[in-house]
């Protein structure tokens, strides 16, 4: 039976990505900064690690509570949402060690054994944004648009010893806490000069137009773990969908 693991499975899609494997038989490692119970149904088949990626002790150590991997889904991330002038270097700092440097540690953590398999999935959970400029959401697409690049450079080094790997790019869903994530680093505020621009910009996000469900991501993620000959790059819910 191969095993998934998936980082970020607090809320979200890595929660529904969870949920999904491990109703279809796969055994699955939820890992999560702050493990809780109830988030998903008991099972034999589940094992909740902490991991905080970041944290190079937290990695390796979930890397060996999780033992044999087949496939890796690096959907840990945070939001950042706001005018780039104000944000704090360290805030930047926070963005890309998480959303960038943290999947790659993941990758390096499980890529031994995936290269003495001669076989293992890595599964990139990325955004649209990267499909479509939008303001104030530069740092952010910033650090998936790196996340992009590394996915495409890397599935060329690890094709020849068996390793696949994907990007899988959600649009705006209002399922997901973004908002709520993205808030706590709104703190800098915004200057006078941006005031009007940024108030437009409020005003025209959410209304009717397409949206991606979680469905649609864990959907993506599926085929992908499953399909040796799915594309490296796929868009994830019909907005994702038109933009690309």
């Not at 929660?15 to 998903?40: C, I, K, Q, S, Y």
């Not at 495409?152 to 790019?169: F, W």
């Not at 009007?196 to 469905?215: C, I, K, S």
Request: a negative charge; glycine letters at 8%.
């Amino acid at each position: 039976m191969p095993t998934v693991l998936i980082t970020g499975c607090s809320s979200g899609f890595g929660l529904e990505t969870a949920r999904h494997f491990l109703e279809r038989d796969w055994n699955v490692v939820a890992t999560m900064r702050t493990p809780r119970a109830g988030l998903l149904p008991a099972s034999p088949r589940l094992r909740i690690v902490p991991l905080d990626v970041t944290d190079e002790a937290s990695v390796r150590r979930a890397v060996e509570l999780a033992g044999p991997v087949d496939v890796l889904v690096n959907n840990a991330g945070i939001g950042l949402l706001g005018v780039f002038e104000t944000t704090p270097p360290a805030t930047l700092r926070e963005l890309f060690d998480t959303n960038v440097l943290g999947a790659m540690a993941m990758a390096q953590a499980l890529l031994p054994q995936f290269r003495e398999r001669g076989a293992g999935v890595i599964i990139n959970v990325s955004s649209s944004t990267t499909l479509l400029p939008l303001p104030l959401l530069a740092a952010y697409t910033a650090s998936k648009a790196a996340m992009n690049a590394w996915t495409e450079s890397l599935a060329l080094e690890l094709r020849p010893i068996g390793v696949r790997t994907h990007v899988v790019l959600p649009g705006r869903s209002p399922e997901t806490a973004f908002a709520s994530n993205a808030a706590p680093r709104m703190h800098a505020g915004v200057p006078e000069a941006y005031a009007a621009f940024v108030e437009g910009v409020f005003a025209g996000r959410g209304g009717d137009g397409p949206v991606t469900h979680a469905a649609d991501v864990v959907e993506a993620v599926w085929r992908v773990a499953n399909d040796p000959g799915a594309p490296l790059r796929i868009p994830a819910g019909a907005d994702a969908v038109a933009l690309a």
